[in-house]
Nanobody
């Protein structure tokens, strides 16, 4: 499966962005999906994940209550709605997917098989 992340940009602190992760090549519905981010000089970190059923989600503590991950399997797309953005959210955001028979969520990068290219999110203060 090929993943294409989009929706990044420049936004002021307190603003919102919605990232999209579009899949092609295979039906996306059996894949768990995660979002990760990497700021300059930092390691890639987990942001949010959704199970293949859409019924389970998981978030990094720093984004809980501000970010929402969702999926639309009819469009083969997973979204990350980001509200109340902070300068520390500035990073390149990546989506990743793994085919899963379990309805779980995954927070480690090495649990994912497929990765999209990143999309840059810049939050100005």
């Amino acid at each position: 499966v090929q993943l294409q992340a989009s929706g990044g940009g420049l936004v002021q602190a307190g603003g919102s962005l919605r990232l999209s992760c579009a899949a092609s090549g295979r039906t996306f519905s059996s894949y768990a999906v995660g979002w990760f981010r990497q700021a300059p000089g930092n390691e890639r970190e987990f942001v949010a994940a959704v199970s293949w059923t859409g019924g389970s989600t998981r978030y990094q503590d720093s984004v809980k209550g501000r970010f929402t991950i969702s999926r639309d399997d009819a469009k083969n797309t997973v979204y990350l709605q980001m509200n109340s953005l902070k300068p520390e959210d500035t990073a390149v955001y990546f989506c990743a997917a793994v085919q899963s028979v379990l309805a779980g969520t995954y927070s480690r990068a090495n649990q994912y098989s497929y990765w999209g290219q990143g999309t840059l999110v810049t939050v100005s203060s």
